[in-house]
């Protein structure tokens, strides 16, 4: 009775969420986030039983003399129990993270929105498309500079995949919020997933693979919005108007127009160091 008034996100909450970020932004991210704190309580719970077991023979069978006990004695049920409950517990975990991932790689006939992620030393360019692979056409495009943050805004409600590829080396598309990344290749070859975002905001996003002498500055933003929202947005686009105008009709002024969730680094080598005031600049 006491455990049915609680939650997986309940419990992890109270402990910090036991290492883990929090709960996401999108679907996937909410059943990856379930999954770890499960994982965490069915491990505790073993650990608890093991520790019980340990202790219960320290007090139980201690010694008491110096008699040598038995050494060819053996306990039936209790081996049994020890080698069957770690294979159950490991199928169980087994079984459950491979319907974890295989939602999270799962990919609709039909997405509502289609962004080819094109990354490059050292920033990213977001493509909304009119279909999938490389025969669509572009409708919208933003490039993001060393002066401005690109901003990649997106609706929520709706399936989004993201197809990726890039102009140089490998890149890694990251935002911490959805608790899930995936490297971006040269070539040939274009990663592709999808994400449904159930929660409005703005958030910081990352090149998660070392790429060279500015991978620390590849930042983007992303933009979650209203489907209404992200309509009004896509016109604004589609009639020519820039990111920032986009922002505006949505009701984003002001500073608000630009990234609010980090800021364009100073790229400029100097004598010694990064951004040393009293530095010569070259």
């Known amino acids: 009775m006491v455990l049915s008034g609680c939650s997986v996100e309940g419990v992890g909450k109270a402990f910090g969420n036991f290492g883990w970020p929090d709960r996401g932004i999108s679907l996937q991210a909410h059943k990856m986030y379930d999954l770890w ?22 007090i139980r069978y201690r010694k008491r003399g110096d008699e040598l006990p038995v050494q060819t004695r053996f ?14 517990v490991v199928a169980v975990l087994f079984y459950y993270t491979a319907i974890v991932q295989t939602d999270v790689d799962k990919l609709s006939k039909n997405p509502d929105q289609i962004v080819q992620v094109t990354a490059f030393k050292w920033q990213w360019e977001f493509d909304y498309r009119d279909g999938m692979g490389t025969g ?18 997106l609706p929520i409600g709706e399936k989004i995949r993201f197809e990726e590829t890039s102009k140089d080396v490998i890149h890694s598309f990251w935002v911490p919020e959805l608790l899930f990344k995936r490297d971006v290749f040269p070539g040939s070859i274009r990663n592709v997933f999808e994400v449904t975002l159930d929660k409005t905001g703005r958030y910081v996003g990352r090149c998660a693979e070392l790429c060279g002498t500015y991978h620390a500055f590849m930042q983007f933003e992303l933009v979650a919005v209203t489907p209404d929202q992200f309509t009004t947005y896509m016109q604004a686009r589609k009639a020519g108007q ?4 986009g922002m505006a009709a949505m009701g984003y002024t002001g500073d608000a127009e630009y990234a609010i969730t980090t ?5 400029r080598r100097q004598t010694h160091s990064w951004n040393q005031s009293n530095a010569v600049d070259k």
């Open 37 to 58: 704190i499960a994982s965490v309580i069915a491990a505790l719970v073993v650990g608890i039983f093991v520790w019980g077991l340990i202790f219960w023979c320290i």
């Open 75 to 88: 306990n039936m049920p209790m081996e049994v129990l020890y080698t069957v409950t770690p294979i159950l």
């Open 136 to 153: 669509a056409k572009t409708t919208v495009s933003t490039v993001g500079s060393a002066d401005v943050i690109p901003l990649l805004v």
């Open 242 to 245: 820039t990111v920032q105008q």
């Open 263 to 267: 800021k364009p680094l100073n790229t």
